[in-house]
């Protein structure tokens, strides 16, 4: 293992964090700054946008040739981090979930002709984007084998039929991922594909209320009556429907993680600045022990979970699908972010359940972590499974 950062990643690492600090932060403490879902609102969203492509802080996780900064997975840790130390920051520079994840996977395993035209729109800003794979019981959520969503070939397209839900960003987007059933094959019965918004027979049959803030686009219920694609649209092979989800889940779940590690340690920064001013009984907060427990024990989950994403990142970057290490820092840091919020909230007292802080945002929205790409006993059970298979080798260095 190698963390040694390139210039460049810590060169963006400084550029990001005065860019949040200088244009994202200030955008939190004003109410017109949101939309009616708890994200930014349009305006306020192009505006910043607009600096940071002039900044050259425009989609890090895409090649240059695209527009992008081509950062390899160690150099995207080090900036979504950064971006997140705001609420609104990831979707500024166009990292944000679900299309950070539709466009690594597009860009791996997409045609020419799929990248340009249902990659290259959403690099640029220009459309939104979702992936379509869960659906409501009895149909498929942590087991995929369970999908009754079909697509049934007809010639040189494909028919689809069938209900999704919870597809985040689905309400207003125009490229979309389905993932679909194509045959009974155990291992090689789902195949994906890809749609344009404007395609008849489907549609959004509402936006699902949720507890926390929503990404753009919420988290929708989707009919398929009869939606008609193209062969041509087709993602990698008849069967590989799985391996495209693996391909973007491998990455999209650790950028996930890297985003809410910059959400955690926002958190203590803003319990920090209150502990440093505030007195009771004589002293400073920060300076009482038992306040200093609560505080080192949140920083450090947080250093253990940048130092799994780290691990998991570095094994990506060499080629290696870090099943494994990715499931550990999901789990791990999905229970970090909720534990450091936490805290947080409790030492600012009253003004932590208050909405003077962003604390009570990052609160509602912390508890969709153990859920979002696979729920936390899903992957301790394959964790599990891997070290029943491999016995002493579950602990292997790896190269
Ligand atoms: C905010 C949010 C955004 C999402 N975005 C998308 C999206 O963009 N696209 C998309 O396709 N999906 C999306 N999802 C869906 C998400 O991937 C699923 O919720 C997740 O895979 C779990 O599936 P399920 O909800 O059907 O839970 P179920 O499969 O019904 O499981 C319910 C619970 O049972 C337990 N459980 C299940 N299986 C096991 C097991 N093997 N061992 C132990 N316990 C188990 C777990 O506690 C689990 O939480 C999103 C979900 C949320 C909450």
Same mark, same amino acid.
């Given at each position: 293992?190698?963390?040694?950062?390139?210039?460049?990643? /810590?060169?963006?690492?400084?550029?990001?964090?005065?860019?949040?600090?200088?244009?994202?932060?200030?955008?939190? &403490?004003? +109410?017109?700054?949101?939309?009616?879902?708890?994200?930014?609102?349009?305006?306020?969203?192009?505006?910043?946008?607009?600096?940071?492509?002039?900044?050259?802080?425009?989609?890090?996780?895409?090649?240059?040739?695209?527009?992008?900064?081509?950062?390899?997975?160690?150099?995207?840790?080090?900036?979504?981090?950064?971006?997140?130390?705001?609420?609104?920051?990831?979707?500024?520079?166009?990292?944000?979930?679900?299309?950070?994840?539709?466009?690594?996977?597009?860009?791996?395993?997409?045609?020419?002709?799929?990248?340009?035209?249902?990659?290259?729109?959403?690099?640029?800003?220009?459309?939104?984007?979702?992936?379509?794979?869960?659906?409501?019981?009895?149909?498929?959520?942590?087991?995929?084998?369970?999908?009754? @969503?079909?697509?049934?070939?007809?010639?040189?397209?494909?028919?689809?039929?069938?209900?999704?839900?919870?597809?985040?960003?689905?309400?207003?987007?125009?490229?979309?991922?389905?993932?679909?059933? @194509?045959?009974?094959?155990?291992?090689?019965?789902?195949?994906?594909?890809?749609?344009?918004?404007?395609?008849?027979?489907?549609?959004?049959?509402?936006?699902?209320?949720?507890?926390?803030?929503? #990404?753009?686009?919420?988290?929708?219920?989707?009919?398929?009556?009869?939606?008609?694609?193209?062969?041509?649209?087709?993602?990698? #092979?008849?069967?590989?429907?799985?391996?495209? @989800?693996?391909?973007?889940?491998?990455?999209?779940?650790?950028?996930?993680?890297?985003?809410?590690?910059?959400? &955690?340690?926002?958190?203590?920064?803003?319990?920090?600045?209150?502990?440093?001013?505030?007195?009771?009984?004589?002293?400073?907060?920060? /300076?009482?022990?038992?306040?200093?427990?609560?505080?080192?024990?949140?920083?450090?989950?947080?250093?253990?979970?940048?130092?799994?994403?780290?691990?998991?990142?570095?094994?990506?970057?060499?080629?290696?699908?870090?099943?494994? #290490? !990715?499931?550990?820092?999901?789990?791990? !840091?999905?229970?970090?972010?909720?534990?450091?919020?936490? @805290?947080?909230?409790?030492?600012?007292?009253?003004?932590?359940?208050?909405?003077?802080?962003?604390?009570?945002?990052?609160? +509602?929205?912390?508890?969709?972590?153990?859920?979002?790409?696979?729920?936390?006993?899903?992957?301790?059970?394959?964790?599990?499974?891997?070290?029943?298979?491999?016995?002493?080798?579950?602990?292997?260095?790896?190269?």
């Amino acid at each position: 293992m190698d963390f040694t950062l390139s210039p460049q990643a /810590e060169e963006y690492r400084n550029k990001v964090r005065a860019f949040v600090d200088a244009e994202i932060i200030p955008l939190e &403490a004003v +109410r017109a700054s949101y939309d009616d879902h708890g994200n930014i609102a349009e305006g306020p969203l192009e505006a910043v946008r607009a600096k940071a492509r002039a900044a050259g802080l425009w989609a890090p996780q895409m090649p240059p040739a695209r527009g992008g900064l081509g950062l390899d997975v160690m150099g995207r840790a080090v900036f979504y981090e950064e971006a997140n130390r705001s609420i609104f920051g990831p979707v500024c520079f166009n990292c944000s979930a679900p299309d950070d994840g539709n466009m690594t996977v597009l860009e791996k395993v997409g045609t020419d002709k799929q990248k340009e035209e249902f990659l290259q729109p959403i690099v640029d800003g220009k459309v939104r984007s979702a992936f379509v794979m869960t659906e409501p019981h009895p149909g498929a959520g942590s087991d995929p084998t369970m999908m009754l @969503t079909t697509a049934k070939r007809q010639g040189d397209k494909w028919v689809v039929h069938g209900r999704k839900w919870f597809s985040t960003g689905a309400d207003g987007a125009a490229h979309y991922i389905l993932v679909a059933k @194509t045959s009974d094959d155990p291992r090689k019965g789902l195949t994906a594909f890809l749609f344009h918004k404007d395609q008849p027979g489907w549609r959004v049959v509402r936006r699902i209320p949720i507890m926390g803030p929503e #990404e753009h686009g919420g988290h929708c219920e989707l009919e398929f009556d009869g939606l008609e694609i193209p062969d041509a649209n087709r993602l990698m #092979e008849i069967g590989d429907g799985l391996k495209v @989800t693996q391909i973007r889940l491998g990455t999209a779940r650790l950028t996930h993680c890297m985003r809410w590690l910059g959400l &955690a340690k926002r958190s203590l920064e803003i319990a920090s600045a209150y502990i440093s001013e505030r007195e009771g009984f004589g002293i400073k907060l920060a /300076e009482r022990e038992s306040v200093q427990l609560l505080l080192g024990d949140a920083a450090k989950e947080i250093h253990i979970g940048r130092l799994l994403v780290m691990n998991a990142a570095w094994k990506l970057d060499q080629g290696d699908f870090a099943r494994k #290490e !990715v499931s550990i820092a999901k789990v791990h !840091v999905a229970d970090t972010l909720h534990k450091a919020v936490d @805290t947080a909230i409790q030492l600012c007292g009253a003004r932590g359940y208050s909405q003077d802080t962003v604390l009570e945002w990052m609160y +509602r929205y912390a508890r969709q972590a153990r859920l979002v790409d696979g729920a936390s006993e899903v992957h301790k059970m394959v964790l599990a499974r891997y070290y029943l298979k491999e016995g002493s080798d579950f602990w292997s260095w790896g190269a």
